[in-house]
């Protein structure tokens, strides 16, 4: 099982100019690792994030857009990686941390915790790669291929919570976070 | 009475989106609007449709393209519009971002207002929007079409969501 802040560590090495749109505790965790502007928090609504994460890479399609989701998120948005699959944007790489849990929401089982295929599901959907880990050593390995490979590309990582961050619920959801995000994109 | 009804071009629709500088929609279909504007915008080559598999992934897509200030309109049904009232309320009231809908009133009776509709999801459509404080605009009659582009453009000045409510079945051209 790989920790999940070793995990956004190694990817803090790998992180350039690239967008990233996290969510929830894995969006803690990155923003205490690697604050940045390019960070994008604000996805309001839970599961979301990969749906943002389509309008930025269609809107931008020079940048390379990194989604940090959950398997709770996703699994209320699973059409999102139907419609990412049809448009198949090649800047589009999505990370689904999959901790079996909701985590901020008291650790109750995500349904099909355990059994559910993240990477079959985006193969499926029209995804050009997926790829599962379960050991941060292989992770490390090749992460650095899969980026340079054009997406849309889904790394389900089973992740187990590292180090507590603290969660900062109020920048998340805050103009200032928005703000400054934009004004990143626009500069 | 219904030989006395006019109904709006679907292509004068697309025009105004287009002069609003709109590049893309997201859709869920929607039988009021499929034929006289879904259909058309799906063959512009202007504009890049994006379809959804649910409204709510539409709203987020076109709340995040407006960051880089590209411009989105998602196109959908008013059952869509309740399903994804959370999403509206998270990006475009508590996110201020320049939301723009277009939602065919679906049921409703050409002849009368939606406020006075007989089908009950029609009728609470633009209280709901009261209620949320979502400027909101009826284009029935051919002429309420001109106001569309403007309204894009207040939205997006004033990074406040607008929503259209179609409610007679465009015609096109």
């Known amino acids: 099982m790989i920790k999940r802040d070793q995990a956004l560590i190694k990817l803090k090495d790998l992180v350039t100019d690239d967008i990233v749109v996290a969510v929830y505790q894995t969006c803690f965790d990155w923003l205490a690792i690697n604050p940045r502007d390019l960070n994008y928090v604000s996805t309001g609504v839970m599961g979301q994030a990969s749906s943002h994460g389509l309008g930025l890479a269609l809107a931008n399609p020079e940048m390379r857009i990194l989604v940090f989701d959950g398997d709770g998120s996703l699994v209320m948005n699973l059409g999102s990686l139907i419609t990412i699959g049809h448009n198949s944007p ?6 689904v941390f999959v901790n079996g849990v909701y985590e901020v929401n008291g650790s109750h089982p995500v349904p099909g915790e355990g059994t559910v295929d993240f990477a079959a599901i985006a193969k499926a959907s029209g995804y050009r790669h997926s790829y599962t880990f379960t050991e941060l050593a292989d992770f490390s390995n090749s992460i650095g291929d899969i980026l340079r490979e054009p997406g849309p590309t889904l790394i389900a990582l089973n992740v187990e919570a590292g180090e507590a961050y603290p969660r900062d619920y109020d920048f998340i959801h805050s103009s200032d976070a928005r703000n400054r995000f934009r004004q990143a994109l626009r500069s | 009475m219904s030989t006395n009804i006019s109904y709006p071009s679907g292509g004068a629709i697309i025009r105004q989106i287009k002069q609003a500088g709109v590049r893309f929609v997201a859709s869920v279909p929607d039988i009021v609007t499929s034929d006289g504007l879904l259909w058309p915008l799906s063959k512009e080559a202007d504009i890049q449709l994006i379809r959804v598999c649910k409204e709510d992934e539409g709203l987020s897509v076109c709340a995040a393209m407006s960051y880089n200030n590209t411009r989105a309109l998602m196109l959908m049904q008013q ?28 049921g409703k009776e050409p002849h009368l207002p939606a406020s006075e509709s007989k089908a009950y999801g029609v009728r609470i459509v633009q209280p709901v929007l009261d209620a949320m404080g ?40």
Do not use: K, W
Not at chain 1, 90 to 95: D, E, G, K, Q, T
Not at chain 2, 79 to 101: H, I, K, Q
Not at chain 2, 149 to 164: D, G, K, L, T
């Open chain 2, 134 to 173: 979502i400027s909101h605009s009826i284009i029935d009659q051919p002429e309420d079409v001109d106001t569309i582009s403007s309204n894009i453009n207040r939205a997006y000045e004033q990074s406040a969501p607008h929503c259209f409510l179609i409610g007679r079945s465009p015609t096109y051209p």
């Open chain 1, 90 to 95: 090649a800047n589009f790489i999505h990370f």
């Open chain 2, 79 to 106: 059952t869509g519009l309740m399903d994804s009232l959370n999403a509206v309320r998270a990006l475009g009231m508590d996110y201020e971002l320049p939301l723009c809908m277009m939602v065919g009133l679906q």
